[in-house]
């Protein structure tokens, strides 16, 4: 089997104004093209070959995956994306300070939401110029496909279906796959891949430009996992 490496995008000009992003198509903040900076040379230092990219329909996660290639010198391989690997949809809180919705909503139910399972946010309205009906690049998806406010678990079920439809045959061939996606796209990956039960969800935190490497038997069983860092390729 080859390697799985997952990256959450660089840092955006939302994640540092500390607002729901979800949907919104919110590029790099400096600090983010960074982080894919850094985490380019990680991978070219370790001589590590990457054979195919994939990433989310949002902007954040596609420049981060082509900063990445572009310091990796693998600007050349196949990159596919997917709606699929989007972040989840956060409905109605896209566009609202994460701490101002702690504050109108008591932090039981924002914890549950932001952090839990099955707790989905207010659902966007028919209406709502957010409502991803609105934006071109979802225009052949089919309507029940549109979400409009996702639960963890619902971002789980698209995004584990596309790793096993697009990602699970790359790896199959002994190929090295990136995946660019987002902070709640990969915690779903990462929950399935890792067998998290959903009790156990709220305690996975993805930082953003780490390179999280996942290691897989012949079966895809779970072999290993590391992150790779700096640190170890001064080490090396
Ligand atoms: O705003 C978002 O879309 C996500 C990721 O930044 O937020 P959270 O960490 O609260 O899931």
Aim: charged share 25%; net charge neutral.
């Amino acid at each position: 089997m080859g390697k799985l490496i997952l990256v959450r995008h660089g840092k955006s000009f939302w994640n540092i104004k500390n607002i729901f992003t979800g949907w919104t198509d919110i590029d790099l903040a400096p600090k983010g093209v960074e982080e894919a900076r850094i985490a380019g040379e990680i991978i070219r230092s370790q001589n590590i070959t990457i054979d195919i990219c994939f990433s989310s329909y949002l902007k954040r996660a596609i420049r981060t995956a082509s900063i990445i290639l572009d310091y990796a010198n693998l600007m050349h391989i196949d990159f596919l994306k997917s709606w699929k690997l989007n972040e989840r949809n956060y409905g109605a809180w896209q566009g609202r300070n994460k701490d101002e919705v702690k504050e109108d909503v008591g932090e039981d139910l924002f914890w549950a939401i932001r952090r839990g399972y099955s707790t989905p946010p207010p659902s966007l309205s028919t209406d709502d110029e957010r409502h991803p009906k609105f934006d071109y690049r979802h225009h052949n998806l089919s309507k029940g496909d549109l979400p409009v406010g996702e639960s963890l678990e619902q971002t789980k079920q698209r995004a584990v279906q596309y790793f096993f439809e697009a990602i699970v045959p790359e790896l199959v061939k002994g190929k090295t796959v990136l995946v660019s996606a987002h902070g709640n796209s990969i915690r779903a990956l990462m929950g399935h891949i890792e067998n998290i039960v959903p009790k156990e969800y709220p305690k996975v935190e993805v930082h953003t430009g780490v390179l999280n490497v996942y290691e897989f038997d012949n079966a895809m069983k779970l072999k290993d996992k590391y992150s790779l860092t700096q640190e170890s390729l001064v080490a090396i």
